[in-house]
């Protein structure tokens, strides 16, 4: 069983920037899968950022790439997304979330098991 706890949400102008922080319990597997969703008002959840451990490979959803960029430390457990030139439209709760299998096509949210509470992110 895989704990998450997202941290780093908070208000900020549009243009502004934002680096949030998922620490993560348990090693991850070769395998295994991360990723960052979010949620705003009223709207489906979405994928935002996935990397694949082993692999290292990221994508990233339409209206995030060249603007977000997802990491991994495996030493210390922590899953950071940098979010850059923030637009109203980001505004939502930020959710990570892993997967003990690899994920594809990117994004399908039966694939990942654990999730943490979220943290919000306000762009205004």
């Known amino acids: 069983h895989v704990q998450l706890v997202e941290s780093g949400g908070g208000s900020v102008q549009p243009g502004g920037s934002l680096r949030l922080s998922c620490a993560f319990s348990g090693k991850m597997d070769t395998d295994d899968c991360l990723g960052w969703f979010r949620q705003a008002p009223g709207e489906e959840r979405e994928g935002v950022a996935q990397i694949s451990p082993a692999g290292g490979?990221?994508?990233?959803?339409?209206s995030v790439k060249d603007r977000f960029t997802i990491a991994l430390d495996n030493k210390q457990n922590i899953l950071t997304l940098q979010m850059w030139n923030l637009k109203p439209d980001d505004t939502a709760i930020y959710f990570c979330a892993s997967a003990p299998t690899s994920v594809w096509p990117p994004f399908d949210q039966k694939r990942f098991l654990y999730w943490g509470r979220g943290t919000q992110v306000t762009v205004s």
């Open 57 to 62: 490979s990221k994508y990233y959803g339409p």
